[in-house]
């Protein structure tokens, strides 16, 4: 499973966001977690729909995705959505 984190440079909640995610993925060793800078790679941040930082897009192994947030999830949901994911 791949959470895709899309963030800014300036973006403060991207920082919380990142916080969160990088737990859940220590808490899940299967889970892949990857940043996209929008500024760096406007094309992929367009083509996954992301119109604001932070976003999160959790797929399972497959590409499905199964959870969608923009904003900071908490813990409980991106945990929730990596359950979903595998």
Do not use: I, N
Not at 47 to 63: I, K, N, Q, W, Y
Not at 67 to 79: C, K
């Amino acid at each position: 499973m791949v959470v895709e984190l899309f963030t800014s440079a300036f973006c403060g909640p991207c920082r919380s966001a990142r916080a969160v995610l990088a737990e859940a993925v220590r808490l899940v060793p299967r889970a892949r977690l990857t940043e996209v800078d929008v500024a760096a790679d406007p094309a992929r941040a367009e083509a996954a729909g992301v119109s604001s930082t932070p976003t999160v897009l959790v797929r399972t192994d497959e590409g499905a995705e199964v959870f969608r947030a923009a904003g900071a999830p908490s813990l409980a949901q991106a945990l929730a959505a990596l359950a979903r994911a595998a």
